[in-house]
């Protein structure tokens, strides 16, 4: 029987997921990125429950995700990074500063691009 393969994506790669902050930092949402939530939620919530139960559940996911590893997911675009949801075309635009990380904007991936960039 062949011995199994390790996958290796290099140090780089995996540093970036194992880097905690060395102190915990507060999670923020800007007042916009509330708002653009709760109206994808509430647009999902009259097509199904299901949908919109699913959405609000991987918007959690990816809070949880982004508040206990900020740095594992790549810069993207004005010193912000981009959380991108599984299942629904929305990314979770936040920025990590010295004492929070401020969740900017929950911005649809086909519509208006970078419109959220004034709020930094």
């Not at 809070?63 to 949801?85: K, M, Q, V």
């Not at 635009?93 to 930094?120: K, S």
Request: include cysteine; proline fraction near 6%; charge should be positive.
């Amino acid at each position: 029987m062949p011995a199994r393969r390790r996958l290796c994506l290099g140090r780089k790669h995996v540093g970036a997921f194992t880097q905690r902050p060395s102190v915990a930092l507060d999670l923020e949402y800007l007042d916009e990125a509330v708002i653009e939530a709760a109206a994808a939620a509430e647009w999902y919530a009259t097509r199904s429950a299901t949908a919109a139960a699913g959405f609000e559940a991987e918007l959690d996911e990816a809070a949880s995700a982004i508040h206990t590893l900020p740095n594992a997911w790549p810069p993207y675009d004005h010193g912000t990074r981009r959380y991108l949801l599984r299942r629904y075309p929305f990314g979770v635009v936040y920025r990590v500063e010295r004492t929070r990380v401020l969740i900017v904007a929950i911005a649809h991936g086909r519509r208006r691009p970078g419109y959220w960039r004034d709020r930094i």
